[in-house]
């Protein structure tokens, strides 16, 4: 053995993968997929027959679920597609800071503070008026509720490495 020290600078997560593989054939309407590099909730599936040449495809009609755009792919049933590790987490609202940023308050006692809330410019810039109006709506909740001193809960959704509010529950006054 030799007296030097090797020092290795690491980029990399635990390891976990953001995805597992899933059989084409098996996932159903209002399971989770990726299409095009983007996790995606399924809206529509559809089979079809065995051809000429084998296999039967699938369809896949699937709406990102942090950006609300309509995405689609067609994949041979028999082969492996990667479905997204989709999380839900409640979080209990501290603060809004100034730059938009939220901290939050985790079940452990400790503050995450590296969300940060939607901007009216990045919803103007969306293309999808559902999901802006449902944007919209979430952010004047949180701003009106923290204005008036309301004990918020947000659910944050996390998968692939991204994460965004998605909802808002109301606990009480503080």
């Given at each position: 053995?030799?007296?030097?020290e090797?020092?290795?600078?690491s980029?990399?997560d635990a390891?976990a993968s953001?995805?597992?593989?899933?059989q084409?054939?098996t996932i159903?309407?209002n399971?989770?997929i990726?299409i095009?590099?983007?996790p995606?909730?399924?809206?529509?599936?559809?089979?079809?027959?065995?051809?000429?040449?084998?296999?039967?495809?699938?369809?896949?009609?699937?709406i990102d679920?942090?950006?609300?755009?309509?995405?689609e792919?067609?994949v041979p049933?028999?082969h492996?597609?990667?479905?997204p590790?989709?999380t839900?987490?409640d979080y209990?609202?501290i603060?809004?800071s100034?730059?938009g940023f939220?901290?939050?308050?985790?079940?452990n006692?400790?503050?995450?503070?590296d969300?940060?809330?939607?901007?009216?410019?990045?919803?103007l810039t969306?293309?999808?008026?559902?999901?802006?109006?449902?944007?919209?709506?979430?952010?004047?909740?949180?701003?009106?509720?923290?204005?008036?001193?309301?004990?918020?809960?947000?659910?944050v959704?996390?998968?692939?490495?991204?994460?965004?509010i998605?909802?808002?529950?109301?606990?009480?006054?503080?």
């Amino acid at each position: 053995m030799s007296d030097e020290e090797h020092h290795f600078e690491s980029k990399a997560d635990a390891g976990a993968s953001k995805t597992y593989p899933q059989q084409a054939g098996t996932i159903r309407k209002n399971g989770y997929i990726v299409i095009k590099a983007r996790p995606c909730k399924v809206v529509e599936v559809s089979t079809s027959k065995t051809g000429k040449h084998g296999h039967a495809k699938c369809h896949f009609v699937g709406i990102d679920i942090f950006t609300a755009k309509k995405l689609e792919d067609i994949v041979p049933s028999s082969h492996n597609c990667d479905v997204p590790h989709v999380t839900r987490t409640d979080y209990q609202l501290i603060d809004i800071s100034e730059d938009g940023f939220v901290s939050l308050l985790t079940e452990n006692g400790n503050t995450k503070d590296d969300l940060r809330l939607p901007t009216d410019d990045s919803l103007l810039t969306q293309q999808t008026n559902k999901r802006i109006s449902l944007d919209v709506a979430i952010l004047m909740q949180i701003k009106e509720g923290f204005a008036e001193g309301k004990d918020l809960v947000v659910s944050v959704m996390s998968a692939m490495g991204e994460e965004q509010i998605c909802a808002l529950k109301d606990i009480g006054p503080r």
